[in-house]
């Protein structure tokens, strides 16, 4: 199993940057694919970016590309999302999950491990 551990949500204003971070332990992190996803109040959880097991590929969603990059550091067992420009509507809870699908895959069912959660609150 791998456990998944999230950090540096916050309160950020519109147009500034906020970097969010995810520790994993157990199986070896580098065998997996990783992937954020968020979640706002009322609304299905969305796909947001996923890198990787080298880090060498990455996908976004539109809503993000050109202003969030996700990023990997597999010896520190680190998955890192920097979020720029960020709007009022990118207010949520951002998971990191775990898949072994190398396709990089958007669907919240493609991923086995999924940590628990880090809030992200943006001001108008």
């Known amino acids: 199993q791998v456990q998944l551990v999230e950090s540096g949500g916050g309160l950020v204003q519109a147009g500034g940057s906020l970097r969010i971070s995810c520790a994993a332990s157990g199986r070896p992190f580098s065998v997996y694919a990783m992937g954020w996803f968020r979640q706002a109040p009322g609304k299905e959880r969305e796909f947001v970016a996923a890198i990787s097991w080298t880090g060498g590929s990455t996908r976004y969603a539109d809503s993000v590309k050109g202003r969030f990059t996700c990023s990997r550091d597999n010896a520190k067992k680190t998955l890192n999302l920097q979020m720029n420009s960020l709007k009022p509507e990118d207010a949520a809870v951002y998971y990191c999950?775990?898949?072994?699908?190398?396709?990089?895959?958007?669907?919240?069912?493609?991923?086995?491990?999924w940590g628990q959660g880090t809030q992200v609150t943006v001001s108008s």
């Open positions: 999950a775990a898949t072994q699908d190398m396709s990089l895959p958007t669907t919240t069912g493609s991923y086995e491990y």
